[in-house]
């Protein structure tokens, strides 16, 4: 089976504070995703990386960025977290095209 | 931008009727098509593929694709309260590397 973990559930965070959200996969995927919901939004997605040190902006890039030093690893970081950024954030991984959900982070900034 | 088009719902269906749930999209060259069960609190779980015209099943699961009709849907035979969830629509963009673009969902309640 296919294992995308992130690395909280749950997590809060006070304003301003830089925020790392970490994702591993352990299926040697290429591809790998972060994507935020929230209601009534659907899925957005943030970045995404199809190789290692290789990355691409999605649709809602702005107050985010991303690094893939390592095939298993994807990490999103929030440079300055703020109010609006308080979300559920999902990574995916793929072998093109089947895709893949880590079980999700809820991030609240307060 | 692609766009990815679902009834809107909520669907309510009561045990053992058939549930249908119906996704549009923009992009005529999308190859590959994916339906996601998502609970509440719960990320989203794959549950179909379609990759040609036709039908495809997988138990009570039923997944159709039209693409001269550019038009994906998914049949939920004998529905059962355990199937209540959010389902999502995915599709492949034509260029862009491994990209899924998704619809908003379709939220189904099941009631007994």
């Known amino acids: 089976d296919v294992k995308v973990t992130q690395s909280s559930r749950y997590l809060v965070k006070r304003t301003g504070e830089k925020v790392f959200l970490e994702c591993v996969q352990d299926?040697?995927?290429?591809?790998m995703f972060w994507y935020r919901q929230d209601p009534g939004l659907g899925l957005r997605l943030i970045y995404f990386s199809y190789d290692v040190k290789m990355k691409e902006k999605g649709d809602i890039p702005e107050g985010y960025s991303v690094s893939r030093e390592k095939k298993e690893r994807f990490s999103l970081i929030l440079e300055s977290a703020s109010t609006n950024q308080t979300s559920m954030y999902l990574c995916?991984?793929?072998?093109?095209?089947?895709?893949?959900f880590g079980q999700g982070t809820r991030l609240t900034v307060v | 931008q692609k766009e990815v088009e679902q009834n809107s719902g909520p669907l309510s269906v009561p045990e053992g009727a058939i549930a249908s749930l119906n996704c549009t999209y923009s992009?005529?060259?999308?190859?590959?098509f994916f339906w996601y069960r998502q609970y509440s609190g719960k990320s989203p779980e794959l549950i179909m593929s379609?990759?040609?015209?036709g039908d495809k099943e997988d138990g009570r699961f039923t997944a159709q694709l039209n693409k001269a009709s550019q038009y994906v849907s998914l049949l939920i035979r004998d529905s059962q309260p355990s199937d209540s969830a959010t389902y999502l629509c995915?599709?492949?963009?034509?260029?862009?590397?491994?990209?899924?673009?998704f619809g908003r969902g379709t939220q189904l309640t099941v009631w007994p």
């Open positions: 379609i990759y040609s015209n």
């Open positions: 299926m040697d995927h290429e591809n």
């Open positions: 995915a599709v492949t963009g034509g260029s862009t590397l491994g990209r899924l673009y």
């Open positions: 995916a991984s793929s072998r093109n095209p089947e895709a893949f």
């Open positions: 992009d005529r060259v999308s190859q590959s």
